[in-house]
C-alpha cells in the first residue's frame, strides 16, 4: 500500500528539481500566511462578502489587476531564470527540459495571464465611469468572466508542482503537443488553462460590446465618446471574433491527444500546417487585442496633461476600427519561411505593411495633441512618452520584418525575439502601467508616490533598452531563438550579458513599484478633489474613489471632453447650489455562483487532464447545476433608497 502511495506522489507531483522544491516551500508558505492571516483578522466572510460573491465592475476590475500582478511577478521569474541560463556559454543552471517548460509557460503567462486580466481590470474600472453608466451591462456574467480566467490561470500555474510543465512552446505547435512526442499531462495542462480562461474572456468582449453600444449616458453618442471605450470597443469587436479559433483549435487538439484523431499528425491524414494557420488567425488579432486599449489610455493622458482636446479625434477613431479588422488579414506573416510561396507572402507582405498606416496615424496625433500643449510630466505621461519611443521602434523593426525575402534572414533570430518585446513591453505593458497610474487615484482614494514612481519608471526604461537592443544585434550575428545554451565560439558572450543585466534592472523596476504602492499606503496622500489631474473626461467628476452605484443621477452629456467643457462652463456661470432631485437607484445583487461556477469548471479541467472520468462528470454536473440554478433565481438586483444615496453622497464627497 505504502509503495503504491509512493509511486502514485512520484508520478503525481513534479520532483527532482531543487528550484521546484524552493518553489513548493514559498507556495505552502504562502497560503499558510494567507490562511493565518484571514482567520486571525476574522476577515473569512469579509472575504466571501466583499470579493468572492462581487459583482461590482471596480471591485472585479481590481480583482483583475491584482491577478496580473502575481502574475508579472511569475513570468518575469520565468524570464531572469532564462536570461540567467544564457547569460554565458556552456551554463548549465537549466537543464533542456526544464528551459523548454519555462520558455512555454513564460510566454504563455504574460500574454493570457497577464496582459489580458490587466486589460480587462482597466475595462472594468473605467468604461462604465467614462460613458456615464452604473455598472456593465452583465453585472453577473462580468463576475463569472473573472472567476472563469481565474479558475483557468490557477489550473494552468498548478502544473507548476503536479503532473509537470507543458513544454512544447507557448503556442503548443504540433507534432511537438501530440501525445507520440509529449506524452505526460503538461500539454493538457496547457490546453484547459487557456480553455476555461479563454471562455471567460469571450463573454468579457461581449459584455463590454453591449454596455458601450446600449448604456452610455444620456446625450453620449457615439462620437462623443472618450477614445478609451472606443479602443475598448475596437477590443472586443476582435475578441468575439478571434477567440472561438482559439477554442476550437485547442479543442481539436485535445481530440487527438484525448480520443486519438488525427487532425495535425500527418500518419493519419491531418496537417500540422492546419494548427499553425488556425493558432496564427487567433494569435495576431491577439496581439492588436492587447494593444489598442494601450493606444486609448495613451490618448485619455496625452490629452489630459497637454491640457488640449486631442487632436484627429475621428481619426483616432477610424484608425483603431481599422487596425481591429486588419489584424485578422496579416497572420501568415508568421511563417513567411515554411513554404507558403511568392504570392501568397506578397499578400500578406503587403497587408502588414498597410496595418503599420493606422498605427502610425495614432503617434502623429499624440505628437500634435502635444504641440503647443502646456505639457506637465507626472508618472503617467512619463510612461506615454517612453511608450512613444520605444514603439516606434518596435513598428519599425516590425515593417523590416513584414519583407518576406528579409524575414527568411532574421525569422528564427533574436532579432524577432526583441521586435516582439519591443511592442508588448513598450506599448503594451507600458501602456497598462500609464492607465494604472493615471486611474489609481480614482480607484484607491490616493495618490501613488511620484518620487518612487518616477525610479520605477527610469529602471524600466533603462532596464529595457539594456536587454533587448543587445538582441537586435544577437540575431543579427546568427543567434536563434529557443536555444538553451551556446559555445565560446559564437561570441555572443558580451551581448548576452548586457542582455541579463537589462533584465535585472526591469526586475528591481517592479521592486520599486511594489514598494511604491506599500510606501503610498502608509503615507497617504489622499484625492479631496476627486479630480488630481484635473481631467476632461466623466470619471473626475465623482468623488475618489467613486461610489458602488457611481453616479447618483445620471450626467447628460454634450461634448466629447464632458467634465472639461462643465468645468470651463462653471468658470463662466458659477452653478447655482439647487437641490438636485435624487431617485431609488436599480442595481445588481451579489451572487456566490460564479465563484462556485470557477470551481466546477477547474475541477472539470483537473479531470480531464488526468482522464478521471469521476472527476470530468462531477465538475461538468456542477457546472450544469449552477447554471439550472441561476435560470430559476429571479432574486437578482435591488433598489438603493433615496436617503442612503445621500448619506452616501454626503460621506464621500466630504
Same mark, same amino acid.
Given at each position: 500500500?505504502?509503495?503504491?502511495?509512493?509511486?502514485?506522489?512520484?508520478?503525481?507531483?513534479?520532483?527532482?528539481?531543487?528550484?521546484?522544491?524552493?518553489?513548493?516551500?514559498?507556495?505552502?508558505?504562502?497560503?499558510?500566511?494567507?490562511?493565518?492571516?484571514?482567520?486571525?483578522?476574522?476577515?473569512?466572510?469579509?472575504?466571501?462578502?466583499?470579493?468572492?460573491?462581487?459583482?461590482?465592475?471596480?471591485?472585479?476590475?481590481?480583482?483583475?489587476?491584482?491577478?496580473?500582478?502575481?502574475?508579472?511577478?511569475?513570468?518575469?521569474?520565468?524570464?531572469?531564470?532564462?536570461?540567467?541560463?544564457?547569460?554565458?556559454?556552456?551554463?548549465?543552471?537549466?537543464?533542456?527540459?526544464?528551459?523548454?517548460?519555462?520558455?512555454?509557460?513564460?510566454?504563455?503567462?504574460?500574454? $493570457? %495571464?497577464?496582459?489580458?486580466?490587466?486589460?480587462?481590470?482597466?475595462?472594468?474600472?473605467?468604461?462604465?465611469?467614462?460613458?456615464?453608466?452604473?455598472?456593465?451591462?452583465?453585472?453577473?456574467?462580468?463576475?463569472?468572466?473573472?472567476?472563469?480566467?481565474?479558475?483557468?490561470?490557477?489550473? %494552468?500555474?498548478?502544473?507548476?508542482?503536479?503532473?509537470?510543465?507543458?513544454?512544447?512552446?507557448?503556442?503548443?505547435?504540433?507534432?511537438?503537443?501530440?501525445?507520440?512526442?509529449?506524452?505526460?499531462?503538461?500539454?493538457?495542462?496547457?490546453?484547459?488553462?487557456?480553455?476555461?480562461?479563454?471562455?471567460?474572456?469571450?463573454?468579457?468582449?461581449?459584455?463590454?460590446?453591449?454596455?458601450?453600444?446600449?448604456?452610455?449616458?444620456?446625450?453620449?453618442?457615439? &462620437?462623443? &465618446?472618450?477614445?478609451?471605450?472606443?479602443?475598448?470597443?475596437?477590443?472586443?469587436?476582435?475578441?468575439?471574433?478571434?477567440?472561438?479559433?482559439?477554442?476550437?483549435?485547442?479543442?481539436?487538439?485535445?481530440?487527438?491527444?484525448?480520443?486519438?484523431?488525427?487532425?495535425?499528425?500527418?500518419?493519419?491524414?491531418?496537417?500540422?500546417?492546419?494548427?499553425?494557420?488556425?493558432?496564427?488567425?487567433?494569435?495576431?488579432?491577439?496581439?492588436?487585442?492587447?494593444?489598442?486599449?494601450?493606444?486609448?489610455?495613451?490618448?485619455?493622458?496625452?490629452?489630459?496633461?497637454?491640457?488640449?482636446?486631442?487632436?484627429?479625434?475621428?481619426?483616432?477613431?477610424?484608425?483603431?476600427?481599422?487596425?481591429?479588422?486588419?489584424?485578422?488579414?496579416?497572420?501568415?506573416?508568421?511563417?513567411?519561411?515554411?513554404?507558403?510561396?511568392?504570392?501568397?507572402?506578397?499578400?500578406?507582405?503587403?497587408?502588414?505593411?498597410?496595418?503599420?498606416?493606422?498605427?502610425?496615424?495614432?503617434?502623429?496625433?499624440? $505628437?500634435?495633441? &502635444?504641440?503647443?500643449?502646456?505639457?506637465?510630466?507626472?508618472?503617467?505621461?512619463?510612461?506615454?512618452?517612453?511608450?512613444?519611443?520605444?514603439?516606434?521602434?518596435?513598428?519599425?523593426?516590425?515593417?523590416?520584418?513584414?519583407?518576406?525575402?528579409?524575414?527568411?534572414?532574421?525569422?528564427?533570430?533574436?532579432?524577432?525575439?526583441?521586435?516582439?518585446?519591443?511592442?508588448?513591453?513598450?506599448?503594451?505593458?507600458?501602456?497598462?502601467?500609464?492607465?494604472?497610474?493615471?486611474?489609481?487615484?480614482?480607484?484607491?482614494?490616493?495618490?501613488?508616490?511620484?518620487?518612487?514612481?518616477?525610479?520605477?519608471?527610469?529602471?524600466?526604461?533603462?532596464?529595457?533598452?539594456?536587454?533587448?537592443?543587445?538582441?537586435?544585434?544577437?540575431?543579427?550575428?546568427?543567434?536563434?531563438?529557443?536555444?538553451?545554451?551556446?559555445?565560446?565560439?559564437?561570441?555572443?558572450?558580451?551581448?548576452?550579458?548586457?542582455?541579463?543585466?537589462?533584465?535585472? $534592472?526591469?526586475?528591481?523596476?517592479?521592486?520599486?513599484?511594489?514598494?511604491?504602492?506599500?510606501?503610498?499606503?502608509?503615507?497617504?496622500?489622499?484625492?479631496?478633489?476627486?479630480?488630481?489631474?484635473?481631467?476632461?473626461?466623466?470619471?473626475?467628476?465623482?468623488?475618489?474613489?467613486?461610489?458602488?452605484?457611481?453616479?447618483?443621477?445620471?450626467?447628460?452629456?454634450?461634448?466629447?471632453?464632458?467634465?472639461?467643457?462643465?468645468?470651463?462652463?462653471?468658470?463662466?456661470?458659477?452653478?447655482?447650489?439647487?437641490?438636485?432631485?435624487?431617485?431609488?437607484?436599480?442595481?445588481?445583487?451579489?451572487?456566490?455562483?460564479?465563484?462556485?461556477?470557477?470551481?466546477?469548471?477547474?475541477?472539470?479541467?483537473?479531470?480531464?487532464?488526468?482522464?478521471?472520468?469521476?472527476?470530468?462528470?462531477?465538475?461538468?454536473?456542477?457546472?450544469?447545476?449552477?447554471?439550472?440554478?441561476?435560470?430559476?433565481?429571479?432574486?437578482?438586483?435591488?433598489?438603493?433608497?433615496?436617503?442612503?444615496?445621500?448619506?452616501?453622497?454626503?460621506?464621500?464627497?466630504?
Amino acid at each position: 500500500m505504502w509503495e503504491k502511495i509512493k509511486a502514485f506522489a512520484s508520478e503525481f507531483f513534479v520532483t527532482g528539481d531543487p528550484l521546484i522544491y524552493g518553489a513548493d516551500v514559498s507556495i505552502a508558505l504562502t497560503i499558510i500566511a494567507i490562511v493565518f492571516t484571514l482567520t486571525y483578522f476574522k476577515k473569512w466572510k469579509w472575504l466571501w462578502r466583499e470579493w468572492l460573491t462581487t459583482v461590482d465592475h471596480k471591485k472585479i476590475g481590481i480583482l483583475y489587476i491584482l491577478s496580473a500582478f502575481i502574475m508579472l511577478f511569475r513570468g518575469g521569474v520565468d524570464a531572469l531564470l532564462m536570461r540567467a541560463q544564457l547569460t554565458a556559454p556552456e551554463l548549465s543552471l537549466l537543464s533542456p527540459d526544464h528551459y523548454n517548460q519555462i520558455f512555454t509557460t513564460h510566454g504563455v503567462i504574460m500574454i $493570457l %495571464f497577464m496582459a489580458m486580466p490587466f486589460m480587462f481590470g482597466l475595462f472594468n474600472v473605467m468604461v462604465p465611469l467614462q460613458i456615464g453608466a452604473r455598472d456593465v451591462a452583465y453585472p453577473f456574467l462580468n463576475a463569472l468572466s473573472f472567476w472563469l480566467f481565474f479558475a483557468g490561470a490557477m489550473l %494552468f500555474n498548478l502544473s507548476f508542482v503536479i503532473g509537470g510543465f507543458p513544454d512544447a512552446g507557448w503556442l503548443a505547435y504540433p507534432p511537438y503537443s501530440e501525445k507520440m512526442f509529449n506524452p505526460g499531462v503538461g500539454q493538457d495542462f496547457y490546453i484547459w488553462g487557456i480553455q476555461i480562461s479563454g471562455i471567460g474572456s469571450l463573454m468579457t468582449g461581449i459584455n463590454f460590446i453591449v454596455t458601450i453600444l446600449k448604456m452610455r449616458a444620456p446625450g453620449m453618442k457615439l &462620437m462623443k &465618446m472618450p477614445m478609451f471605450p472606443w479602443s475598448v470597443l475596437s477590443s472586443c469587436i476582435a475578441i468575439i471574433f478571434s477567440f472561438p479559433i482559439l477554442t476550437a483549435t485547442l479543442a481539436l487538439l485535445f481530440l487527438d491527444r484525448y480520443l486519438g484523431a488525427h487532425f495535425f499528425t500527418l500518419d493519419g491524414g491531418g496537417n500540422p500546417m492546419m494548427y499553425i494557420n488556425l493558432i496564427w488567425m487567433w494569435g495576431h488579432p491577439e496581439v492588436y487585442i492587447i494593444i489598442l486599449p494601450a493606444f486609448g489610455i495613451f490618448s485619455e493622458i496625452v490629452a489630459t496633461f497637454s491640457k488640449k482636446k486631442l487632436f484627429g479625434y475621428k481619426s483616432m477613431v477610424y484608425a483603431m476600427m481599422i487596425i481591429s479588422i486588419l489584424s485578422f488579414l496579416v497572420w501568415a506573416h508568421h511563417f513567411f519561411t515554411m513554404g507558403s510561396g511568392a504570392g501568397v507572402n506578397t499578400v500578406f507582405a503587403l497587408t502588414t505593411m498597410l496595418i503599420a498606416i493606422p498605427t502610425g496615424v495614432k503617434v502623429f496625433n499624440w $505628437l500634435f495633441t &502635444m504641440f503647443r500643449g502646456k505639457i506637465t510630466f507626472e508618472t503617467p505621461m512619463l510612461w506615454t512618452m517612453g511608450f512613444i519611443v520605444c514603439f516606434i521602434i518596435g513598428g519599425m523593426t516590425g515593417v523590416l520584418l513584414s519583407v518576406a525575402p528579409a524575414d527568411f534572414q532574421f525569422h528564427n533570430s533574436y532579432f524577432l525575439v526583441a521586435h516582439f518585446h519591443n511592442t508588448i513591453i513598450g506599448g503594451v505593458v507600458f501602456g497598462y502601467f500609464a492607465g494604472l497610474y493615471y486611474w489609481w487615484p480614482k480607484l484607491f482614494g490616493f495618490k501613488l508616490n511620484e518620487r518612487i514612481g518616477k525610479w520605477a519608471f527610469w529602471f524600466w526604461n533603462i532596464g529595457f533598452y539594456v536587454c533587448f537592443m543587445p538582441q537586435y544585434v544577437l540575431g543579427l550575428m546568427g543567434m536563434t531563438r529557443r536555444v538553451v545554451t551556446y559555445g565560446w565560439d559564437k561570441g555572443w558572450f558580451e551581448m548576452n550579458l548586457v542582455s541579463t543585466i537589462g533584465a535585472v $534592472l526591469m526586475g528591481i523596476a517592479f521592486v520599486f513599484q511594489v514598494w511604491q504602492i506599500i510606501y503610498s499606503y502608509k503615507h497617504l496622500q489622499k484625492d479631496t478633489t476627486g479630480d488630481p489631474w484635473n481631467g476632461r473626461t466623466l470619471e473626475w467628476s465623482l468623488p475618489s474613489p467613486a461610489p458602488y452605484y457611481n453616479f447618483a443621477t445620471l450626467p447628460q452629456v454634450s461634448s466629447q471632453d464632458e467634465w472639461w467643457e462643465e468645468k470651463e462652463r462653471r468658470k463662466k456661470t458659477p452653478v447655482a447650489s439647487l437641490p438636485v432631485q435624487l431617485e431609488p437607484i436599480h442595481m445588481p445583487k451579489n451572487s456566490g455562483l460564479p465563484f462556485v461556477m470557477s470551481m466546477f469548471w477547474f475541477a472539470a479541467g483537473f479531470g480531464f487532464v488526468f482522464d478521471w472520468l469521476w472527476l470530468i462528470i462531477g465538475g461538468l454536473a456542477g457546472v450544469a447545476l449552477c447554471m439550472l440554478i441561476h435560470s430559476f433565481n429571479y432574486d437578482t438586483d435591488y433598489y438603493i433608497p433615496v436617503e442612503e444615496i445621500k448619506r452616501t453622497e454626503a460621506a464621500t464627497r466630504r
